[in-house]
């Protein structure tokens, strides 16, 4: 599975962006695809998870009620939709993809292909 992320922009605090994360390869539909994010000078730090149903989705505390998490089998790509946006939002978010489901989702190191990562900017 190869990963292309995209949509990240600047926006001002309150505003949304879409994200998606587009994927090459027949294993997208059994795939587990998540969302992490890294600010500078932080560590890469997990941001939401669709199983490959789309039927369960988690997100971290930071983010839950805020972000939308949604996938699309038929066009093999996953989206994250980001509302009310608040500056401690600003990073470069990855997708990612693993083959079925992990119990350590939040753990990048599960996950085996990683996007190129695309930067949301989110001015106060």
């Known amino acids: 599975v190869q990963l292309q992320a995209s949509g990240g922009g600047l926006v001002q605090a309150g505003g949304s962006l879409r994200l998606s994360c587009a994927a090459s390869?027949?294993?997208?539909?059994?795939?587990?695809m998540a969302w992490f994010r890294q600010a500078p000078g932080k560590e890469r730090e997990f941001v939401a998870v669709i199983k490959r149903s789309g039927g369960s989705t988690y997100y971290a505390d930071s983010v839950k009620g805020r972000f939308t998490n949604s996938r699309d089998n038929a066009k093999n790509t996953v989206y994250l939709q980001l509302n009310s946006l608040k500056p401690e939002d600003t990073a470069v978010y990855y997708c990612a993809a693993r083959a079925g489901w992990a119990i350590a989702f939040s753990d990048e190191y599960v996950y085996t292909h990683w996007g190129q990562g695309t930067q949301v900017t989110v001015s106060s």
């Open positions: 390869g027949r294993a997208f539909s059994s795939s587990s």
